[in-house]
């Protein structure tokens, strides 16, 4: 029997709104960048989610966001290329 393979997956909710950021998204890079718009004003922060669909959320002080980060298996199609979207049980989120 063979060992089922993993990844990590990272989960975003913005004002109670959850996105389950693909593979290959920075998350440093994302948290500064929703610091950044905190700081600056509203501003629009993109980022690619599972499906490999792009996301557009506007940021400001208001916003209250959650990063978490959690493990499940192995989705081969899950790799960020936002050119090749796929469908599934993500379409419903």
């Given at each position: ?68 980060v959690d493990t499940v298996e192995y989705d081969h199609r ?16």
């Open positions: 029997m063979s060992a089922m393979r993993t990844m990590v997956r990272t989960q975003v909710t913005v004002n109670d709104v959850g996105y389950f950021l693909a593979q290959g998204q920075d998350v440093d890079d994302l948290k500064g960048e929703i610091e950044s718009a905190v700081r600056a004003g509203p501003r629009f922060v993109e980022f690619i989610v599972v499906g490999n669909r792009s996301v557009s959320v506007l940021v400001s002080a208001a916003t209250q966001v959650v990063i978490s899950d790799n960020g290329d936002d050119s090749a979207p796929f469908g599934g049980t993500f379409d419903l989120l």
